[in-house]
């Protein structure tokens, strides 16, 4: 996306270029009840794309060879949408998970989705949730590299967290390695006191996943096949188990009601303003600028406060915009300047001075140069 750094495709071992594969599994399966909504928790949207989407980017950015979606609730919904806005060039398939019986039975099942539904058994493999959209390339280049140079069974990204109720709890030996990781339903009360927790998000030796996985038993709180127990199952079949803790826990916090999603997105929006400021963009109070991950800002753009751009919106440069100004899908040409605009799939044209209290409607234009005045409008009057 515009505003992502770019990492490359091949990962660093040893000094040299490695060409293991890596795979990953997304878990995108849940209903997300707690989102109180009648759209699919992986479609909810965060600054323009659906929130599984991100994952994706991630993954795509990261040189992944292949990654296998999950699905379940409303599973023709989810494919749809995800095909429809899928980084390019990215290997993607789906399955389905049909009777959604925990992490665990959702790893064995996507682990079927891969190439000709063989299991993979080289390389590693890289296991997330479809609720993770702040997670970073950078991270889980780091993860895997740590997995690498430590040859191990399982290394899993955790977080120290002020309020770790929730989570999974990361549960270390006297040596200090991990050795389980335990659900917070199913933790004791010391157990809850620990303040690291699981982010959902693991490296694997996809050779030692698979009869890992048919070794877990869904006796617990929830009666489901946790994925948190293969940790365990690894540890006591004396596979090392590595972990390395995310510098910032807000990158791995899941969404999982409306106010986990309002706080992941502004989040998101910080990131966004932040990449576009480092490359010369101007904006007088960022926390007033609300840009999607899909806008294109040229050089040398001017933003004043309350202004949103949302959609395929193309600035050009040099272009003032502000204050008060609403854009989807419209493209603005260079040195144009915009007070208090609401355009949508509109044109306007290079140097044109627009508004103030200008509506655009959906197919309208303006020319190069012209110059509307206040209370311009190509809307259909009522």
Wanted: aromatic residues 4%.
């Amino acid at each position: 996306m515009p505003f992502r750094e770019t990492v490359a495709r091949e990962l660093l071992k040893n000094g040299e270029m490695n060409p293991q594969p890596i795979r990953a599994i997304v878990l995108a399966a849940g209903e997300g009840s707690r989102m109180r909504s009648s759209t699919p928790k992986p479609l909810h949207r965060l600054c323009g794309r659906p929130m599984v989407l991100h994952v994706l980017d991630c993954l795509s950015e990261l040189g992944v060879d292949e990654v296998v979606v999950v699905v379940g609730f409303q599973s023709v919904e989810v494919v749809k949408a995800v095909e429809a806005e899928a980084p390019a060039g990215l290997p993607l398939s789906f399955v389905e998970q049909h009777e959604r019986r925990g992490t665990g039975d959702a790893v064995a099942v996507g682990l079927t989705g891969f190439d000709r539904g063989r299991e993979p058994d080289e390389g590693e493999l890289i296991v997330l949730p479809g609720d993770a959209p702040l997670v970073r390339p950078e991270t889980l280049r780091r993860l895997v590299e740590l997995h690498r140079s430590q040859r191990a069974g399982a290394t899993l990204l955790s977080a120290v967290m002020e309020d770790p109720t929730g989570y999974g709890r990361i549960v270390r030996s006297r040596n200090g390695r991990v050795s389980r990781i335990v659900e917070h339903r199913d933790a004791t009360d010391d157990e809850r006191e620990i303040r690291e927790v699981g982010t959902s998000i693991y490296c694997f030796d996809p050779a030692l996943l698979a009869p890992s996985l048919r070794r877990i038993l869904p006796d617990n709180a929830q009666g489901e096949y946790y994925l948190t127990d293969v940790i365990g199952v690894l540890g006591d079949a004396g596979y090392s188990v590595g972990s390395m803790v995310v510098d910032d826990a807000r990158e791995v916090a899941g969404v999982n009601d409306q106010l986990q999603l309002a706080i992941a997105q502004e989040t998101l929006r910080d990131r966004i303003n932040g990449a576009w400021m480092r490359r010369g963009v101007s904006m007088l109070n960022p926390r007033a600028v609300y840009l999607d991950t899909t806008v294109e800002l040229g050089d040398e753009v001017i933003i004043y406060p309350n202004v949103v751009l949302e959609g395929k919106t193309v600035i050009g440069s040099g272009v003032t915009m502000g204050p008060d100004c609403h854009l989807v899908d419209t493209t603005v040409g260079c040195g144009a300047t915009l007070r208090s605009v609401d355009a949508r799939r509109a044109q306007i044209g290079a140097n044109a001075d627009v508004g103030p209290f200008a509506v655009l409607a959906p197919g309208s234009s303006v020319a190069d140069g012209e110059v509307t005045g206040p209370y311009f409008s190509t809307a259909t009057p009522f």
